[in-house]
């Protein structure tokens, strides 16, 4: 494909916080998707094993009118997209991101690095992605709450997005491994997103 083209969850409010997660098959960034107008890059993770895979995190605060789906244009590639949806955080959401990656003969087992909170009530969000010769099985901590977690019908994808609240201010996050479980061998990345809720400020820092 050259459009990864993602819908937007149902029941979307302005002011709400997308969040949407684009993995391409390329094991080192170089095929970069071009963001929708109004979305902005957080972060990206690449892992290559023999497989491989770059995961890319983009957000974009919601508007009274938005369409029913947006479009990432990249080269001509494997890839695939999820987006979620949360409210109550600040126009200005990022506050932290983290990201980490593995890849070998399965099982495997990754987590981002802990983040740190700069404000109070934060949400920490935990994005993962698997990539294999079909999609493998991703398992989630039973710690953080698990909203998505879905195999590609057409690709060896497998995406999974979970929250938790993070610890109060100046208290490092615990880490949250998944496991990726495939016959063979897989890659798997791991990120996270410390979200501001509304009223407060951040850094925006980021941590590899």
């Known amino acids: 494909?050259?459009?990864?083209?993602?819908?937007?969850?149902?029941?979307?409010?302005?002011?709400?916080?997308?969040?949407?997660?684009?993995?391409?098959?390329?094991?080192?960034?170089?095929?970069?998707?071009?963001?929708?107008?109004?979305?902005?890059?957080?972060?990206?993770?690449?892992?290559?094993?023999?497989?491989?895979?770059?995961?890319?995190?983009?957000?974009?605060v919601a508007g009274a009118n938005e369409p029913p789906f947006y479009k990432w244009n990249i080269g001509a590639n494997w890839a695939a997209g999820v987006m979620g949806a949360w409210r109550g955080a600040s126009p200005s959401p990022i506050n932290a991101a983290s990201g980490a990656t593995a890849g070998g003969a399965t099982p495997i087992f990754v987590s981002a690095p802990s983040l740190t909170a700069a404000a109070s009530n934060v949400l920490q969000v935990y994005f993962y992605a698997s990539q294999s010769h079909a999609g493998p099985i991703i398992s989630l901590p039973n710690a953080i709450t698990q909203r998505f977690n879905t195999a590609s019908s057409k690709e060896g994808f497998t995406l999974a997005f979970a929250d938790l609240a993070a610890p109060p201010v100046d208290v490092p996050s615990s880490t949250f491994p998944a496991v990726a479980s495939i016959p063979g061998s897989a890659v798997l990345t791991a990120q996270a997103v410390l979200l501001i809720p509304a009223s407060q400020t951040g850094d925006n820092s980021q941590t590899k």
Do not use: C, F, H
């Open 1 to 60: 494909m050259t459009t990864v083209t993602v819908g937007l969850p149902s029941g979307i409010q302005s002011g709400d916080t997308l969040l949407a997660q684009i993995i391409v098959y390329d094991g080192n960034a170089s095929d970069v998707p071009t963001a929708p107008s109004g979305w902005d890059s957080i972060r990206e993770d690449s892992a290559n094993s023999g497989n491989q895979a770059t995961s890319w995190l983009y957000y974009k």
